[in-house]
Each structure stands twice: as C-alpha cells, then as structure tokens.
Nanobody
Framework: QVQPVESGGGSVQTGGSLRLSCSPA????MGWFRQVPGKEREGVAA??????AYSDSVKGRFTIAKDAAQNTMYLQMDNLKPEDSAMYYC???????????????????WGQGTQVTVSS
C-alpha cells in the first residue's frame, strides 16, 4: 500500500501564506490534519465526493483541493496565524463516504508530516 507524502511546509510570518502538497492523492476521501506536541491530532480540512469540510479555526483561510491530473491534494493556507504552527499530515480513508470527515480516527493511511511554523 502506497502511503501519501506531504511537502511544502516551512516558516512564515503572521499573515503569510503556504501551500502544502500531498501525493499520491488517488483516494476519494482524504484530509489534512495537524498536531502540536502534547495535544491530540485535529482535523483541519477534508474532501470527499460530496464536498469539503473545514474546522472552524481555519474556515475562510484554508482551502483544500485535489488535482486529479497531478494526482495531488493541496492545502492552501492564507492569513496564517501563530496558532497554526504544527506538524501537518495528509491522510486517506480506506472506506468511501460522500461526506468529508474531520475525525482522524476514521483515516487509515498517513503521511510522515511536514512542519509549519508561523512567527509573530
């Protein structure tokens, strides 16, 4: 089973932007998650046949998208804040549902993560 691989993390100042990439993105249900040391992994954005979903903390600032031709999933992150600093993971679900899910417990395949640091 091929695992997804993330890229595109880095360091930016408050208000800046980053775009994360995840490939391959051949699964129908995929998502982006983040985790800081000592805290649980949280769902940030997810995509499925029925659409997309975002956590309240990133809604309006982050955009998830899949490019079938490039076999890649993206997370465009704009207006970044220091509280967005975390290790970001992409993941895929083994099952197929029409609704996107933000619960990390429902995902089977995980990347190794890419670090995002936002300085004030």
């Amino acid at each position: 089973q091929v695992q997804p691989v993330e890229s595109g993390g880095g360091s930016v100042q408050t208000g800046g932007s980053l775009r994360l990439s995840c490939s391959p993105a051949r699964w129908l249900n995929m998502g982006w998650f983040r985790q800081v040391p000592g805290k649980e992994r949280e769902g940030v954005a997810a995509v499925a046949l029925g659409g997309t979903a975002y956590s309240d903390s990133v809604k309006g600032r982050f955009t998830i998208a899949k490019d079938a031709a490039q076999n890649t999933m993206y997370l465009q992150m704009d207006n970044l804040k220091p509280e967005d600093s975390a290790m970001y993971y992409c993941a895929a679900r083994a099952s197929i549902t029409s609704s996107p899910r933000l619960d990390p417990g429902t995902y089977a395949y995980w990347g190794q993560g890419t670090q995002v640091t936002v300085s004030s």
